[in-house]
């Protein structure tokens, strides 16, 4: 008698078959990961068009079997407007980090979320410059020691971590606003969900739909991967809360 | 009955894109450029084309490199202080092989200047406005009539070489209202597929990829030669001139652009009083004519450049003469009450041929 074998968990088919360069307990990866399955799931990776960000996430291209144009620092929202418009039934989206969308770009993001454009905005908060190494983010938390801030952020002469969760949830063109993390099973799940969320938005024609993800940079923080997870759990959340700063998928059925 | 119409500069420069298929443009008011974003913001979605009006040239010239990496013919417009803004998303094109057209109606700097015409933006045209060494084609029109033809041109050039091509024109050929025949486009039988288009991957193998980043061993250098390559196929086959009287001329005078309306007119009056004064007027600034500047110093020995600038085009007609000929220079900086009149530039001419 044959055996059933029933596959419970595989890669997925949007993410090609190699290894990435991301250091161990980056939490790239996994949000790599949730982004690939929300494209499988849905049934988008065929028509998908992903817009990398200057960072340590600018070689999606290298993990991401759909279709990617590389776009300069900061200016993501604005390629993808780009692409979108010569486009209009693709799927699109952007993924950034935080010096990439807060800081540099952060005109591009406003505007692109004021005009609602049709797409999924895929933002990696680590609370610094990843891929320069460890310099002060638009996010870095207060006191936080950097490159750039040896003696930790001082609020009175650096300014304060900017919240994009909230701030892009003020517009009128923003659909859907969430912040999630990825530091605990239950939360990968939870992230997971907004991630597809903010998918489904996209092929509804819903409008702007961001997430926002709270992520550890362990090489640049200089802790280990636990450390640097429960940083994650600790510091990170009580500045910037879980949660969904807006869904316009929810009040229009009036739930 | 004749299709002749009478437009500004700036509307016939969108007529000749349009005509072209481009149905895509991305751009932000800066004076004296203003009447493209807003012929195109008439014309465009009737055409079922789109207009956006970005939240600055940055956004706008990141909106032209989506939608060039889309596959669309796409065009953006703008003036010195916007260029400069866009100078970053040209040089991620050109490293990315993308097509589109860039129009700078230059006015004059540095700085916020003023928005009269001038021809200072030639080095930042030129020279590549952006960082790390690339070439875009440039196309420097005198009319109306020339706008419209060269943008045609402009977007068949872009997508057979894969690179921005910028038209260069100013405040005068801007904002001046001239007749114009429109043509109709011609489209080349022979441009490549853009098969390298991100559409989705809709059922390809592979994903395409587009991208300036070149990380491994050797793959900037390849890149950086096959551009290289390509730009030399364009100074072979791309050069494109206007000439005059150079069978007989003892002096030359050589200008672009506005800058050569006006000395044509100089040219014209000196040969009335009996000057044999020809004329070279380079429509392509890059490929730059260096082979006919050189073949014309074999019997003239002497060009005057004249420029609406300090002298910047003349460093380019000086390597192309290769001091084979005595190379002298005209120029007024631009800003309002700073262009030359023909009556001016005949002066010149007059002292110039004598001593
Ligand atoms: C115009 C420009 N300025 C600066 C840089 C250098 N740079 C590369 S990545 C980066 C910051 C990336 O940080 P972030 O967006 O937070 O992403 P992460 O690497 O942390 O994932 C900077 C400043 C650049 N490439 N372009
Ligand atoms: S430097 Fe930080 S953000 Fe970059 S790959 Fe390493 S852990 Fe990830």
Same mark, same amino acid.
């Given at each position: 008698?044959?055996?059933?074998?029933?596959?419970?968990?595989?890669?997925?088919?949007?993410?090609?078959?190699?290894?990435?360069?991301?250091?161990?307990?980056?939490?790239?990866?996994?949000?790599?990961?949730?982004?690939?399955?929300?494209?499988?799931?849905?049934?988008?990776?065929?028509?998908?068009?992903?817009?990398?960000?200057?960072?340590?996430?600018?070689?999606?291209?290298?993990?991401?079997?759909?279709?990617? &144009?590389?776009?300069?620092?900061g200016?993501?929202?604005?390629?993808a !407007?780009g692409?979108?418009?010569?486009?209009?039934?693709?799927?699109?989206?952007?993924?950034?980090?935080?010096?990439?969308?807060?800081?540099?770009?952060?005109?591009?993001?406003?505007?692109?979320?004021?005009?609602?454009?049709?797409?999924?905005?895929?933002?990696?908060?680590?609370?610094?410059?990843?891929? !320069?190494?460890?310099?002060?983010?638009?996010?870095?938390?207060?006191?936080?020691?950097?490159?750039?801030?040896?003696?930790?952020?001082?609020?009175?002469?650096?300014?304060?971590?900017?919240?994009?969760?909230?701030?892009?949830?003020?517009?009128?063109?923003?659909?859907?606003?969430?912040?999630?993390?990825?530091?605990?099973?239950?939360?990968?799940?939870?992230?997971?969900?907004?991630?597809?969320?903010?998918?489904?938005?996209?092929?509804?024609?819903?409008?702007?739909?961001?997430?926002?993800?709270?992520?550890?940079?362990p090489?640049?923080?200089?802790?280990?991967?636990?450390?640097?997870?429960?940083?994650?759990?600790?510091?990170?959340?009580?500045?910037?809360?879980?949660?969904?700063?807006?869904?316009?998928?929810?009040?229009?059925?009036?739930? | 009955?004749?299709?002749?119409?009478?437009?500004?500069?700036?509307?016939?420069?969108?007529?000749?894109?349009?005509?072209?298929?481009?149905?895509?443009?991305?751009?932000?008011?800066?004076?004296?450029?203003?009447?493209?974003?807003?012929?195109?913001?008439?014309?465009?979605?009737?055409?079922?084309?789109?207009?956006?009006?970005?939240?600055?040239?940055?956004?706008?010239?990141?909106?032209?490199?989506?939608?060039?990496?889309?596959?669309?013919?796409?065009?953006?417009?703008?003036?010195?202080?916007?260029?400069?803004?866009?100078?970053?998303?040209?040089?991620?094109?050109?490293?990315?092989?993308?097509?589109?057209?860039?129009?700078?109606?230059?006015?004059?700097?540095?700085?916020?200047?003023g928005?009269?015409?001038?021809?200072?933006?030639?080095?930042?045209?030129?020279?590549?406005?952006?960082?790390?060494?690339?070439?875009?084609?440039?196309?420097?029109?005198?009319?109306?009539?020339?706008?419209y033809?060269?943008?045609? !041109?402009?977007?068949?050039?872009?997508?057979?070489?894969?690179?921005? &091509?910028?038209?260069?024109?100013?405040?005068m050929?801007?904002?001046?209202?001239?007749?114009?025949?429109?043509?109709?486009?011609?489209?080349?039988?022979?441009?490549?597929?853009?098969?390298?288009?991100?559409?989705?991957?809709?059922?390809?193998?592979?994903?395409?990829?587009?991208?300036?980043?070149?990380?491994?061993?050797?793959?900037?250098?390849?890149?950086?030669?096959?551009?290289h390559?390509?730009?030399?196929?364009?100074?072979?086959?791309?050069?494109?001139?206007?000439?005059?009287?150079?069978?007989?001329?003892?002096?030359?005078?050589?200008?672009?652009?506005?800058?050569?309306?006006?000395?044509?007119?100089?040219?014209e009056?000196?040969r009335?009083?009996?000057?044999?004064?020809?004329?070279?007027?380079?429509?392509?600034?890059?490929?730059?004519?260096?082979?006919?500047?050189?073949?014309? !110093?074999?019997?003239?020995?002497?060009?005057?450049?004249?420029?609406?600038?300090?002298?910047?085009?003349?460093?380019?007609?000086?390597?192309s003469v290769?001091?084979?000929?005595?190379?002298?220079?005209?120029?007024?900086?631009?800003?309002?009450?700073?262009?030359?009149?023909?009556?001016?530039?005949?002066?010149?001419?007059?002292?110039?041929?004598?001593?």
């Amino acid at each position: 008698m044959a055996e059933s074998v029933t596959t419970v968990f595989e890669r997925p088919r949007s993410l090609k078959p190699v290894v990435s360069h991301f250091c161990a307990g980056c939490h790239h990866g996994t949000i790599h990961r949730l982004v690939a399955d929300a494209l499988d799931q849905l049934g988008l990776q065929d028509q998908t068009i992903g817009i990398a960000s200057v960072g340590c996430s600018v070689l999606l291209y290298e993990y991401f079997d759909i279709d990617v &144009v590389e776009a300069p620092h900061g200016r993501a929202p604005a390629v993808a !407007t780009g692409v979108k418009r010569v486009h209009p039934h693709s799927t699109v989206f952007t993924y950034q980090g935080d010096g990439d969308l807060a800081a540099i770009g952060t005109a591009e993001i406003i505007h692109a979320a004021n005009r609602g454009e049709q797409i999924t905005v895929i933002f990696v908060n680590n609370t610094t410059y990843g891929m !320069t190494g460890g310099q002060m983010a638009p996010t870095t938390l207060p006191q936080q020691v950097t490159t750039t801030t040896p003696f930790g952020r001082q609020i009175e002469t650096d300014g304060n971590p900017i919240r994009m969760a909230e701030l892009l949830a003020l517009l009128d063109g923003t659909s859907y606003s969430a912040r999630v993390s990825v530091d605990g099973p239950k939360r990968v799940a939870q992230a997971a969900r907004a991630v597809q969320k903010a998918f489904e938005i996209q092929k509804n024609r819903g409008g702007f739909a961001f997430v926002e993800v709270l992520a550890a940079c362990p090489t640049n923080w200089g802790l280990s991967v636990i450390e640097a997870n429960e940083r994650v759990s600790q510091e990170m959340m009580s500045y910037f809360p879980l949660g969904t700063y807006k869904d316009l998928t929810v009040s229009a059925t009036g739930a | 009955m004749s299709n002749r119409l009478f437009v500004k500069g700036n509307e016939a420069v969108c007529m000749g894109a349009i005509a072209a298929g481009c149905r895509h443009y991305f751009g932000y008011p800066i004076t004296p450029q203003n009447e493209i974003p807003e012929f195109m913001s008439r014309e465009l979605p009737g055409a079922g084309g789109v207009f956006l009006q970005a939240e600055s040239e940055v956004a706008a010239i990141n909106m032209v490199l989506g939608a060039s990496a889309a596959g669309a013919r796409v065009m953006t417009s703008s003036s010195g202080p916007g260029i400069s803004l866009k100078a970053e998303g040209i040089s991620f094109m050109a490293g990315s092989e993308l097509p589109a057209v860039i129009v700078n109606m230059m006015r004059g700097g540095p700085g916020l200047g003023g928005i009269d015409a001038s021809q200072a933006d030639y080095f930042q045209a030129v020279k590549g406005c952006g960082h790390g060494g690339y070439r875009l084609i440039v196309l420097a029109p005198y009319s109306v009539q020339e706008l419209y033809d060269l943008a045609m !041109t402009a977007f068949d050039l872009a997508d057979r070489y894969l690179l921005p &091509v910028m038209i260069l024109g100013d405040a005068m050929i801007g904002q001046m209202k001239e007749s114009l025949i429109p043509r109709s486009y011609d489209p080349p039988t022979d441009l490549p597929e853009k098969s390298w288009a991100v559409t989705g991957k809709q059922g390809r193998a592979q994903g395409n990829t587009v991208k300036s980043l070149y990380l491994a061993d050797g793959a900037l250098e390849a890149h950086n030669w096959k551009l290289h390559g390509r730009y030399q196929q364009i100074q072979q086959q791309q050069v494109r001139c206007e000439t005059l009287g150079l069978e007989d001329a003892e002096l030359l005078i050589t200008a672009f652009g506005s800058a050569a309306r006006i000395a044509k007119t100089a040219v014209e009056m000196a040969r009335q009083s009996g000057l044999k004064v020809g004329m070279i007027r380079p429509i392509t600034l890059f490929p730059f004519p260096e082979k006919i500047y050189r073949q014309a !110093t074999e019997r003239c020995r002497r060009i005057l450049c004249v420029e609406l600038n300090n002298g910047q085009m003349v460093e380019d007609v000086r390597l192309s003469v290769d001091r084979q000929a005595e190379v002298r220079f005209y120029g007024r900086p631009g800003g309002t009450g700073s262009m030359p009149t023909p009556e001016e530039l005949f002066k010149q001419l007059q002292k110039h041929y004598k001593d």
